[in-house]
């Protein structure tokens, strides 16, 4: 029904039949054995077909990050970076840590670019029900399950036809009224610059999706088999930063004149441009001329042109089936494909600072622009060279664009049986592909960006020198000296499509063996049932490879921060596991049930072996109450990309330079990383996008990580409460080794905060200006094992469901309550570099350099469903999350500022569903009822908030059909 629970309450085997014994025994998540009326002894959060329905979701990652447990990592949310994927980060350990499985089988890689699994291959419609199981679970399913496990459990034994479809759009009143006065800001910049700063309509729609799934199944007469087929069509619409208020200016930190409001700032790369040379920083005046440049004034607002929600197009097809053809062979299979695309839209390109000098004969140069910048009479007439830095945006050319197109396959088939009485056998081999075809669009060329600026004069005719000299004879002169001097054909010649394709594949062969030894009288006396194990071999390999163009390769992507560089690599591993459970004790005074389990897997890497294992125990003294333990020692091993990445440039973002104009490190400091002594305190060392050059990429002598889980806790399902449960779980997480990066923000913080001689010497500033983002500067972050990573806290779940009648109202039906909720203890990162700022803490805190997305303390998702006497159902969720301050524990709080503390955030969502006739049901919601704008920030986010958490759209409206035939 609608009202389906948000659980992690044991994962019981239900039977068929209420008024018998019998159950049927089912493999929960977490294990390769079959168990009939089990109480895992790890927590399992189970999300079920009927909770995607109630949300109105056509992205199942809406729906599992909306999970305490889960922190969404790629999402449609993100242009900025985006893969293209969506994935899930369980406990924000990150989602290479978080396996995620179909049919208790494991997704290949996502991407070329994200190694973890792409959820956008997973048909939300063919979905019966999602078990999260968090904490480790390598032992069972081998590497990358150290934080946890989410299993798609898919439909089977469909029969008949069913078609579904959806349809939802947001709609959202632009009337901010939070603290900042962000509307009066963006009226203010308006009046003197209304190409850039423009509110939005009052009234906004938009973010349309669609989404139309039919599916198929028959089977066979004899009742030995089924096969079940379905086909999938989905699109969602863009959503632009310009129809939020809250987004549409690039907000700065507030000043200290004005601490209460907020100012619309942005980047350096403008329009009509931010030139700086030896003698100031100019932008374009009236008549061609150099006037002074002020970020307050000039910098570019880059928000409105990106994507708050990227558009994406889906068509899925699939089939699975099973046909038992005797009791010792039942042969299986499953097939797969998706074909997505999707496009993320950020600000336009131009020159970011990629030139440096300007000849003083250039034509396009004013006389009172030559002078301004250095240029004498006898440097005009002998053409020399000064320096001349341009960051101008390419506002003539619209925003990059990076179209991202996947094909993806899978492929299952095995066969599985009855050995002998008590032993079952399952044999499998199992094959996915991802194709990527990207095409990044309107960015400009670095090296033809130099050749339009180097112009000379050619009969009066401003003419590109490598037109005269021959070596380009291409060339259009790019002339931002002057408003209105970009032409059509110097776009023409400037911006350049850049090129990379790709593919992953996997291939898994798994071969298992399970075995009941209570015939064989293996068992302890108190028990009913003997010991059951499972033990068997997999060799999976797992390759990527990507092939990029010229101009990524050699980063002549001026808006790219650095070069896309292709690779290829592979990782195999062969393993060994096993599996045992012991029932201890049933129904003794004392003693309801008590049970242990294990599990163990070793695994051989070409370079290296690991081992990982698994202990648990669960006791009930009555049957109303259980308490559950288990602890995991949980390996990954480096994946293709964390190996073989090519070294390259990239972005990092920093709110300030130390060195530039807040002066946080002492000029003996700053001079020691490389900088002159005369650029101490410039304030050009401050960028003001705040992004920095760093350089990333592979290291093939990474070793594995490793971590410990531990967890506790109880079940209770009194019985003089009927239809009421609840579980409580304490979990704690230490990852050691960790493979990651220190961080390039985290050593600027550790050289100039703890001089740390090895971060300093990661430090590497320009020559000539000494800046981090201008020139050749930059901070060097590769991939390391560093310290680690660790987390702890609480899960509460918690069920009630009650007829009416019990309270005196028996024909209004019925009520059902569910709640899920975690307690974030710790979540802390070690760099490992043993200094005082080595080890952070990011509860309750966002937005520093350390600790970027927020980590609330507390979130909870409650829902409340009325089943009325009609066929209509009625559902209520109330989602919240609390407040989270800006800093970490090295810094606490950072206060007199308007974000210093981003306030607790509560939704609510109605939906309804209504039983038009026997075959035909008809949802409706509402999502963000209240239509709550999202907290703003200035610093780390997306459209001054964080869309991965907080709902930034407004209220999302839905239909849904589903008819059965």
Same mark, same amino acid.
């Given at each position: 029904?609608?009202?389906?629970?948000?659980?992690?309450?044991?994962?019981?085997?239900? =039977?068929?039949?209420?008024?018998?014994?019998?159950?049927?025994?089912?493999?929960?998540?977490?294990?390769?054995?079959?168990?009939? %009326?089990?109480?895992?002894?790890?927590?399992?959060?189970?999300?079920?077909?009927?909770?995607?329905?109630?949300?109105?979701?056509?992205?199942?990652?809406?729906?599992?990050?909306?999970?305490?447990?889960?922190?969404?990592?790629?999402?449609?949310?993100?242009?900025?970076?985006?893969?293209?994927?969506?994935?899930?980060?369980?406990? !924000?350990?990150?989602?290479?840590?978080?396996?995620?499985?179909?049919?208790?089988?494991?997704?290949?890689?996502?991407?070329?670019?994200?190694?973890?699994?792409?959820?956008?291959?997973?048909?939300?419609?063919?979905?019966?029900?999602?078990?999260?199981?968090?904490?480790?679970?390598?032992?069972?399913?081998?590497?990358?399950?150290?934080?946890?496990?989410?299993?798609?459990?898919?439909?089977?034994?469909?029969?008949?036809?069913?078609?579904?479809?959806?349809?939802?759009?947001?709609?959202?009143?632009?009337?901010?009224?939070?603290?900042?006065?962000?509307?009066?800001?963006?009226?203010?910049?308006?009046?003197?610059?209304?190409?850039?700063?423009?509110?939005?309509?009052? &009234?906004?729609?938009?973010?349309?999706?669609?989404?139309?799934?039919?599916?198929?199944?028959?089977?066979?007469?004899?009742?030995?088999?089924?096969?079940?087929?379905?086909?999938?069509?989905?699109?969602?619409?863009?959503?632009?930063?310009?129809?939020?208020?809250?987004?549409?200016?690039?907000?700065?930190?507030?000043?200290?004149?004005?601490?209460?409001?907020?100012?619309?700032?942005?980047?350096?790369?403008?329009?009509?441009?931010?030139?700086?040379?030896?003698?100031? $920083?100019?932008?374009?005046?009236?008549?061609?001329?150099?006037?002074?440049?002020?970020?307050?004034?000039?910098?570019?607002?880059?928000?409105?042109?990106?994507?708050?929600?990227?558009?994406?197009?889906?068509?899925?097809?699939?089939?699975?089936?099973?046909?038992?053809?005797?009791? /010792?062979?039942?042969?299986?299979?499953?097939?797969?494909? %998706?074909?997505? =695309?999707?496009?993320?839209?950020?600000?336009?390109?131009?020159?970011?600072?990629?030139?440096?000098?300007?000849?003083?004969?250039?034509?396009?140069?004013?006389?009172?622009?030559?002078?301004?910048?250095?240029?004498?009479?006898?440097?005009?007439?002998?053409?020399?060279?000064?320096?001349?830095?341009?960051?101008?945006?390419?506002?003539?050319?619209?925003?990059?664009?990076?179209?991202?197109?996947?094909? =993806?396959?899978? @492929?299952?088939?095995?066969?599985?049986?009855?050995?002998?009485?008590?032993?079952?056998?399952?044999?499998?081999?199992?094959?996915?592909?991802?194709?990527?075809?990207?095409?990044?669009? &309107?960015?400009?060329?670095? #090296?033809?960006?130099?050749?339009?600026?180097?112009?000379?004069?050619?009969?009066?005719?401003?003419?590109?020198?490598? +037109?005269?000299?021959? $070596?380009?004879?291409?060339?259009?002169?790019?002339?931002?000296?002057?408003?209105?001097?970009?032409?059509?054909?110097?776009?023409?010649?400037?911006?350049?499509?850049?090129?990379?394709?790709?593919?992953?594949?996997?291939?898994?062969?798994?071969?298992?063996?399970?075995?009941?030894?209570?015939?064989?009288?293996?068992?302890?006396?108190?028990?009913?049932?003997? +010991?059951?194990?499972?033990?068997?071999?997999?060799?999976?390999?797992?390759?990527?490879?990507?092939? #990029?163009?010229?101009?990524?390769?050699?980063?002549?992507?001026?808006?790219?921060?650095?070069?896309?560089?292709?690779?290829?690599?592979?990782?195999?591993?062969?393993?060994?596991?096993?599996?045992?459970?012991?029932?201890?004790?049933?129904?003794?005074?004392?003693?309801?049930?008590?049970?242990?389990?294990?599990?163990?897997? /070793?695994?051989?890497?070409?370079?290296? =072996?690991?081992?990982?294992?698994?202990?648990?125990?669960?006791?009930?003294?009555?049957?109303?109450?259980?308490?559950?333990?288990?602890?995991?020692?949980?390996?990954? @091993?480096?994946?293709?990309?964390?190996?073989?990445?090519?070294?390259?440039?990239?972005?990092?973002?920093?709110?300030?330079?130390?060195?530039?104009?807040?002066? #946080?490190?002492?000029?003996?400091?700053?001079?020691?990383?490389?900088?002159? @002594?005369?650029?101490?305190?410039?304030?050009?060392?401050?960028?003001?996008?705040?992004?920095?050059?760093?350089?990333?990429?592979?290291?093939?002598?990474?070793?594995?990580?490793?971590?410990?889980?531990?967890?506790?806790?109880?079940?209770?399902?009194?019985?003089?409460?009927?239809?009421?449960?609840?579980?409580?779980?304490?979990?704690?997480?230490?990852?050691?080794?960790?493979?990651?990066?220190?961080?390039?923000? !985290?050593?600027?913080?550790?050289?100039?905060?703890?001089?740390?001689?090895?971060?300093?010497?990661?430090?590497?500033?320009?020559?000539?200006?000494?800046?981090?983002?201008?020139?050749?500067?930059?901070?060097?972050?590769?991939?390391?094992?560093?310290?680690?990573?660790?987390?702890?806290?609480?899960?509460?779940?918690?069920?009630?469901?009650?007829?009416?009648?019990?309270?005196?109202?028996?024909?209004?039906?019925?009520?059902?309550?569910?709640? +899920?909720?975690?307690?974030?203890?710790?979540?802390?990162?070690?760099?490992?570099?043993?200094?005082?700022?080595?080890?952070?803490?990011?509860?309750?805190?966002?937005?520093?350099?350390?600790?970027?997305?927020?980590?609330?303390?507390?979130? /909870?998702?409650?829902?409340?469903?009325?089943?009325?006497?009609?066929?209509?159902?009625? $559902?209520?969720?109330?989602?919240?999350? $609390? @407040?989270?301050?800006?800093?970490?524990?090295? #810094?606490?709080?950072?206060?007199?500022?308007?974000?210093?503390?981003?306030?607790?955030?509560?939704?609510?969502?109605?939906?309804?569903?209504?039983?038009?006739?026997?075959?035909?049901?008809?949802?409706?919601?509402? !999502?963000?009822?209240?239509?709550?704008?999202?907290?703003?920030?200035?610093?780390?986010?997306?459209?001054?908030?964080?869309?991965?958490?907080?709902?930034?759209?407004?209220?999302?409206?839905?239909?849904?059909?589903?008819?059965?035939?």
């Amino acid at each position: 029904m609608v009202g389906a629970a948000l659980t992690a309450f044991p994962a019981l085997a239900q =039977s068929a039949d209420p008024q018998t014994d019998e159950v049927e025994e089912v493999v929960v998540t977490g294990s390769r054995i079959p168990q009939a %009326n089990l109480t895992t002894t790890s927590p399992v959060t189970q999300v079920t077909s009927e909770d995607i329905a109630v949300t109105g979701v056509t992205r199942v990652e809406d729906l599992i990050t909306q999970l305490p447990q889960a922190f969404a990592s790629q999402n449609s949310t993100v242009s900025n970076g985006a893969s293209g994927t969506a994935t899930v980060s369980l406990r !924000n350990l990150g989602a290479s840590r978080t396996l995620v499985l179909i049919d208790g089988r494991r997704m290949g890689y996502g991407s070329p670019l994200d190694v973890a699994a792409d959820l956008n291959q997973i048909p939300g419609s063919l979905v019966q029900r999602v078990e999260v199981l968090t904490g480790g679970a390598s032992a069972v399913y081998g590497s990358d399950a150290v934080a946890g496990v989410v299993n798609f459990i898919m439909k089977k034994d469909f029969e008949g036809i069913q078609i579904d479809t959806k349809y939802g759009f947001y709609q959202h009143n632009n009337d901010y009224n939070g603290v900042g006065n962000i509307r009066q800001a963006i009226a203010a910049r308006a009046a003197t610059n209304p190409s850039q700063f423009v509110l939005p309509d009052d &009234n906004v729609s938009d973010g349309e999706s669609r989404e139309v799934t039919l599916t198929m199944g028959v089977s066979a007469p004899d009742g030995k088999g089924n096969l079940t087929a379905y086909a999938s069509y989905r699109n969602n619409n863009e959503v632009l930063q310009a129809n939020r208020d809250y987004s549409a200016c690039t907000i700065a930190s507030p000043s200290s004149a004005t601490p209460d409001t907020y100012s619309c700032g942005g980047s350096g790369t403008s329009y009509p441009g931010y030139f700086i040379s030896s003698t100031g $920083s100019y932008t374009i005046g009236a008549n061609q001329t150099f006037v002074p440049y002020s970020s307050s004034v000039n910098a570019y607002n880059y928000g409105p042109l990106n994507y708050y929600q990227r558009p994406d197009e889906r068509w899925s097809l699939g089939a699975m089936g099973h046909y038992e053809v005797n009791e /010792h062979a039942e042969a299986y299979g499953q097939l797969m494909f %998706n074909d997505y =695309s999707s496009v993320a839209q950020i600000a336009p390109s131009g020159d970011f600072f990629n030139t440096s000098t300007i000849n003083c004969d250039n034509p396009l140069l004013s006389a009172q622009q030559a002078s301004t910048i250095g240029c004498s009479a006898a440097a005009i007439a002998s053409g020399d060279t000064v320096p001349l830095y341009i960051g101008r945006r390419n506002v003539e050319g619209g925003g990059r664009q990076d179209s991202l197109t996947y094909e =993806s396959y899978r @492929a299952v088939g095995g066969v599985r049986g009855l050995i002998t009485d008590g032993w079952t056998y399952d044999l499998s081999a199992q094959f996915s592909k991802v194709r990527l075809s990207r095409i990044y669009e &309107n960015d400009f060329s670095v #090296t033809r960006l130099n050749r339009a600026l180097d112009v000379v004069s050619v009969n009066g005719v401003a003419t590109c020198r490598s +037109v005269v000299d021959g $070596s380009d004879p291409n060339c259009v002169p790019y002339d931002v000296f002057s408003e209105g001097g970009v032409t059509q054909a110097a776009l023409d010649y400037l911006q350049i499509p850049l090129i990379q394709t790709g593919e992953t594949t996997q291939q898994v062969v798994t071969a298992a063996v399970t075995g009941d030894l209570t015939k064989y009288g293996v068992q302890t006396p108190w028990a009913a049932d003997g +010991v059951k194990l499972a033990f068997g071999l997999e060799y999976r390999r797992d390759a990527l490879s990507t092939t #990029t163009d010229a101009a990524f390769a050699s980063g002549d992507g001026a808006g790219q921060g650095g070069p896309t560089i292709g690779l290829s690599g592979s990782v195999d591993v062969l393993d060994t596991f096993g599996e045992i459970q012991i029932p201890l004790v049933d129904n003794l005074p004392g003693v309801y049930s008590a049970s242990l389990n294990g599990a163990f897997r /070793h695994s051989e890497y070409k370079a290296l =072996s690991t081992d990982t294992y698994t202990v648990g125990a669960d006791y009930a003294p009555i049957s109303d109450l259980r308490f559950r333990t288990s602890f995991s020692r949980a390996v990954r @091993a480096p994946n293709v990309l964390e190996l073989y990445s090519a070294q390259g440039l990239g972005l990092f973002e920093l709110s300030a330079d130390p060195c530039g104009a807040s002066q #946080t490190a002492t000029l003996a400091q700053c001079v020691a990383t490389g900088m002159d @002594a005369s650029d101490y305190g410039s304030s050009l060392l401050d960028n003001t996008a705040e992004q920095y050059n760093q350089i990333t990429g592979g290291n093939t002598d990474l070793d594995t990580e490793t971590a410990d889980t531990l967890t506790l806790g109880l079940v209770w399902t009194p019985a003089f409460i009927p239809g009421f449960n609840v579980s409580l779980d304490y979990f704690d997480i230490k990852v050691d080794g960790l493979i990651s990066t220190v961080g390039a923000a !985290n050593t600027m913080t550790l050289c100039y905060d703890d001089n740390d001689a090895a971060a300093c010497s990661r430090i590497h500033r320009d020559a000539d200006t000494g800046s981090l983002w201008l020139g050749d500067g930059y901070v060097e972050n590769l991939s390391l094992n560093i310290g680690g990573l660790k987390t702890s806290g609480i899960d509460v779940n918690a069920n009630y469901g009650f007829d009416l009648g019990d309270v005196g109202l028996a024909s209004w039906g019925k009520v059902s309550m569910a709640f +899920v909720g975690t307690w974030l203890s710790t979540l802390e990162t070690d760099t490992g570099t043993q200094t005082a700022s080595s080890v952070y803490d990011c509860v309750g805190y966002f937005g520093s350099d350390q600790c970027g997305t927020p980590n609330p303390e507390w979130r /909870h998702r409650a829902r409340v469903t009325w089943s009325t006497p009609w066929p209509v159902e009625i $559902s209520g969720t109330w989602r919240f999350y $609390s @407040a989270v301050d800006y800093g970490s524990s090295l #810094t606490g709080s950072v206060d007199g500022r308007l974000d210093s503390t981003l306030e607790a955030m509560n939704y609510f969502d109605l939906a309804a569903s209504w039983d038009m006739r026997d075959n035909v049901t008809a949802r409706v919601g509402v !999502n963000n009822v209240l239509d709550t704008d999202p907290p703003m920030t200035t610093v780390g986010s997306n459209g001054n908030t964080y869309p991965q958490l907080y709902d930034a759209l407004g209220r999302y409206m839905f239909v849904s059909l589903t008819a059965n035939f």
